[in-house]
């Protein structure tokens, strides 16, 4: 009996942003809400890293979510909560729960397939 090879699992070359962490949807949602200098700021900041990501082909061997999209994270969670506009929502609630409770599983799934 393994335990690791039963149920749902994930694609260990890595996932998407958006399936890993459905709080990212409120990038394409939320832009009209961003304030236009400090939206310019994070933005001007996600360039460079995203494009230097963009030339590094590699798998990251076994991982669970983006893992090479870390250096870019702080300035996506900074567009997100000038899209979420400072306001708490049901949605947005809904959408950090969704969030936490997918990788508090792909952690799980993680765990017991490399145990």
Not at 32 to 58: D, E, K, Q, S, Y
Not at 63 to 87: E, N, S, T
Not at 101 to 112: E, M, S, Y
């Amino acid at each position: 009996y393994d335990p690791a090879h039963e149920g749902l699992t994930f694609d260990p070359d890595g996932n998407s942003l958006f399936l890993i962490s459905p709080l990212f949807l409120y990038l394409f949602v939320g832009w009209r809400h961003w304030p236009r200098g400090l939206a310019a700021c994070a933005i001007v900041g996600t360039i460079p890293v995203l494009t230097a990501l963009m030339l590094f082909h590699n798998t990251g061997w076994y991982q669970f979510g983006p893992r090479y999209i870390l250096d870019v994270l702080p300035f996506l969670l900074m567009l997100v909560a000038f899209g979420m506009h400072g306001r708490l929502t049901r949605v947005s609630a809904a959408l950090i729960g969704l969030s936490i409770l997918i990788n508090a599983w792909g952690t799980h799934r993680f765990i017991l397939e490399q145990g």
